[in-house]
């Protein structure tokens, strides 16, 4: 079974500044994707950003790049210019491109904004 | 669109009860999830359902219940709640096609006591 690791309970970051968050997962598969998502206080689940397991460049949106390292099975988000509504607990997850593509999350990190 | 919607927004039950967590998605998606967050904890798979008359078992069901009569509704039935189901819950919807992004409602938060 597919798992997913995220060791930092919680990170703080002076606004303005980068932080990186880790993930690490476990898979037999070659192929698949993994997700960061953003639950604000409001619970609402929010993709950030999307990375599918065959393309070897990492994917960026805007603020948020990933560094992806396939062999390392490492999929870490980097924020920059980091602002207070970056607040958030942020989850990793991975899904198989086969079957009914459920996904596994990791614990999640905790990621407070300090203005 | 509404997306992905959820009923109710929070619940108290007392331990026996049952009750069902509706949920419904007005984006033809043929995919749809529960999940389950316990506190500082990610999320995990509760059932799923590919299409109309058709669900699974995720990683967590023991103690609940899924119907799919329509695309739209997948509701999720606790018979004889206990404190272990407290938790907040997460209905999701995907197409089943291209990067597959699930959608997620805005969660209940249920408290057995």
């Known amino acids: 079974a597919q798992t997913v690791t995220q060791s930092q309970p919680e990170m703080s970051v002076q606004e303005a500044e980068t932080v990186t968050l880790s993930c690490t997962y476990d898979t037999s598969e070659s192929d698949y994707y993994l997700f960061w998502y953003k639950q604000p206080p409001s619970r609402q689940m929010i993709l950030v950003i999307r990375?599918?397991?065959?393309?070897?460049q990492n994917a960026t949106e805007n603020r948020f790049s990933v560094n992806f390292q396939k062999a390392a099975k490492s999929f870490s988000l980097k924020i920059s210019d980091s602002q207070l509504g970056d607040a958030a607990m942020y989850f990793c997850a991975y899904r198989r491109i086969q079957g009914a593509q459920k996904l596994v999350f990791g614990q999640g990190t905790r990621l407070t904004i300090n203005p | 669109n509404a997306g992905v919607t959820q009923t109710p927004k929070f619940r108290i039950l007392k331990i026996g009860q049952s009750m069902t967590l509706q949920c419904t998605q007005d984006?033809?998606?043929?995919?749809m999830y529960w999940y389950r967050q316990d506190p500082g904890m990610g999320l995990k798979l509760i059932y799923y359902s590919v299409g109309a008359g058709i669900t699974d078992k995720g990683e967590v069901p023991n103690g609940y219940n899924v119907s799919r009569s329509t695309t739209e509704d997948f509701p999720l039935r606790l018979e004889l709640a206990a404190p272990s189901q407290t938790s907040v819950y997460f209905c999701?919807?995907?197409?089943?096609?291209?990067?597959?992004?699930?959608?997620f409602g805005p969660g209940t938060r249920l408290t057995v006591t």
């Open positions: 990375q599918e397991a065959y393309k070897q």
């Open positions: 999701a919807s995907s197409t089943g096609q291209g990067t597959y992004e699930q959608y």
């Open positions: 984006m033809n998606h043929n995919y």
